[in-house]
C-alpha cells in the first residue's frame, strides 16, 4: 500500500488541487452573478405550475 502511495503521490496532489480550485472557482462564479441579479434588481419567482398534469 505504501509503495502505491510514493508512486503515485503528486498525482494524487495535483488531483486534489485541481478538485479543490474547481470547487473555489464554482463558489466564487456563484456569489458573483448573485450579487450581479441582486445589483440589477431581478426578482425571480416560481410560476406555481403543478409538476404533473
Not at 503528486?10 to 450581479?36: E, N, Q
Amino acid at each position: 500500500m505504501m509503495a502505491i502511495f510514493k508512486r503515485y503521490s503528486l498525482a494524487m496532489f495535483f488531483l486534489l488541487l485541481i478538485c479543490s480550485l474547481m470547487v473555489l472557482a464554482t463558489i466564487g462564479v456563484k456569489s458573483f452573478s448573485d450579487k450581479m441579479v441582486k445589483d440589477a434588481g431581478i426578482v425571480v419567482e416560481p410560476k406555481e405550475e403543478p409538476l404533473t398534469k
